[in-house]
């Protein structure tokens, strides 16, 4: 199974979110199934296939919480070593491209918000910075070209 990391707050929002879908929306949606059935023939009661198919997405959701928890690693951030990337970090690179820097906060990517500056570990960029030093330089291929960003500073 695949290794899903979390802060410890990230790990926290998630089982309050799958508490939530379990007590709230679950039996929410078996009501409405209920009541849909009460109208009558099921071969063309849209209430009743539209709250059927909300009800598999519930589900399916609940299923890739658990899986997610799990699975989790939780960051902990005392032992994370500064010296390398590695997720939990924050890094400060240098574009090499656009003549600028830039920072990035690295995440499992149940945690990752691109247009906030965190990236997954799995993302392109996030994969090729994991394990590299402050003044290394690395290519990274992304789906726009390659791009080249020097390793600035590491840090929590």
């Keep these: 199974m695949e290794k899903h990391y979390l802060t410890p707050e990230g790990k926290m929002q998630l089982e309050e979110k799958l508490n939530y879908y379990k007590t709230v929306k679950r039996p929410n949606v078996v009501k409405r199934i209920g009541i849909a059935r009460e109208f009558g023939d099921l071969s063309e009661n849209s209430e009743y296939d539209a709250a059927k198919d ?35 970090t924050k890094v400060k690179l240098y574009d090499e491209d656009f003549d600028e820097e830039v920072e990035y906060k690295i995440l499992g990517s149940s945690e ?45």
């Design 54 to 88: 909300e009800q598999a997405q519930i589900e399916a959701e609940i299923k890739e919480m658990e899986d997610i928890l799990l699975n989790a690693e939780v960051i902990d951030k005392k032992s994370i070593d500064l010296n390398t990337v590695s997720v939990g």
């Design 112 to 156: 990752s918000d691109p247009k906030n500056g965190i990236i997954s570990n799995v993302s392109p960029v996030g994969k090729a910075l994991i394990g590299h030093k402050k003044g290394e330089t690395i290519a990274v291929q992304t789906p726009g070209g390659v791009i080249s960003y020097k390793i600035i500073d590491i840090r929590i």
